[in-house]
């Protein structure tokens, strides 16, 4: 069944690249994850409506997919670290906790249920983070919501892009290209090399290992993400021609990333969309209006030295980080990247933030409040 599913995916995938490059649909920043999970959701919805049959995609295929592409994020984040980098982090993640504090205060002021929609329970929304948080009598309802607002996000996520970048291309911002695009051009081809069939199989072992270990949300993934930046630290310690080994592993943890979104956004095909009040549905769509204002006010007055494609990578970031999964945020930043150029230190930053240290100051700042 694994085979098959990954068959049908490896399909879905190249029929979403030559759709893409046929009609040019980046410039309407549709994307090839994006293409691949409608037609997904299609058949997934097809399959369940005719034939009865749940057409899910395997845990460990998912995990394995997610864990190489942090792989590569680890490895590419090893040739960036500097000054620069750590700056940047560090006022990112300072906004990340003003906003924090900023919903958990403004859900005091929100009757139930609706303070947890408009409360910091989907900042960066992590299922594990709700088990431990949210009363177990709301926790099912608050995935099914979380899925709901991760829907909306992933839908908007190409009017957002080009909303704003016509609103950022009036303020005729420089939109320089900087020399390390060759290391970030978009391939669905998996590059089969010995070292290919190390990362994968690193992967698969980190997945199968560690799928039943969640200390400190210490997950497959973050390892997979140390792993690849040590492995980075020791290919520029040894002059192994870097650049060669981040386009490989680009291109390998490109297609593991996209097949992550694709799996990740076929979920929602499995919930009942008929209980999702008419309320609960106008309050999320007025909330992803009133986050993308902001966010996008917020970037251009706190990073008005930034090029255009870092700004534009930055508010997409921001705005899918706030309301809904990692797995938006990604994509959206990839989008951006694949059609205006790579910006490394707002693309390599990202991950590490929304992966695991958003988590313990989101703990911690409920365990403070439960006090």
Request: positive net charge; proline residues 4%; hydrophobic residues 55%.
């Amino acid at each position: 069944m694994v085979i098959l599913f990954t068959a049908l995916l490896g399909i879905i995938l190249k029929i979403s690249e030559l759709l893409e490059r046929k009609y040019h649909l980046h410039r309407y920043y549709l994307s090839i994850p994006f293409i691949g999970s409608v037609i997904l959701l299609i058949i997934t919805i097809l399959t369940k409506v005719i034939f009865h049959y749940s057409l899910e995609s395997p845990f460990l295929f998912q995990r394995v997919a997610v864990t190489i592409f942090l792989f590569s994020i680890g490895f590419q984040i090893s040739l960036f670290v500097n000054k620069l980098f750590f700056k940047r982090f560090v006022i990112l993640l300072a906004i990340c906790v003003a906003l924090l504090f900023s919903f958990a205060f403004i859900s005091y002021f929100v009757p139930q249920p609706y303070n947890f929609i408009m409360g910091d329970w989907f900042f960066a929304y992590n299922e594990d983070f709700i088990k431990l948080t949210v009363p177990s009598y709301i926790q099912s309802e608050i995935v099914f919501w979380g899925y709901g607002q991760l829907a909306i996000v992933f839908f908007l996520t190409p009017v957002f892009l080009l909303i704003v970048s016509k609103w950022l291309k009036k303020q005729n911002i420089s939109n320089s290209m900087d020399l390390i695009n060759h290391l970030y051009q978009e391939k669905m081809t998996i590059p089969f090399t010995r070292e290919t069939a190390y990362v994968i199989l690193f992967s698969f072992g980190i997945v199968v290992l560690t799928q039943h270990i969640t200390v400190l949300f210490l997950y497959d993934y973050v390892y997979a993400m140390f792993g690849g930046f040590c492995y980075g630290l020791l290919a520029k310690t040894k002059q192994l021609k870097p650049d060669e080994k981040t386009i490989m592993l680009q291109q390998l943890g490109t297609v593991g990333l996209y097949l992550f979104i694709m799996t990740s956004i076929q979920k929602i095909a499995f919930f009942d969309w008929t209980r999702l009040p008419y309320t609960f549905f106008f309050i999320l769509i007025l909330k992803t209006i009133i986050v993308a204002v902001f966010v996008v006010r917020t970037v251009t007055w706190l990073f008005s030295n930034l090029s255009f494609s870092e700004k534009l990578v930055s508010a997409v970031a921001g705005w899918s980080f706030i309301l809904s999964a990692p797995i938006v945020c990604m994509h959206g930043m990839r989008t951006a990247v694949n059609k205006h150029g790579a910006v490394p230190y707002i693309l390599l930053i990202i991950p590490p933030i929304i992966l695991w240290l958003v988590n313990y100051i989101h703990l911690a700042l409920h365990l403070i409040l439960l006090q």
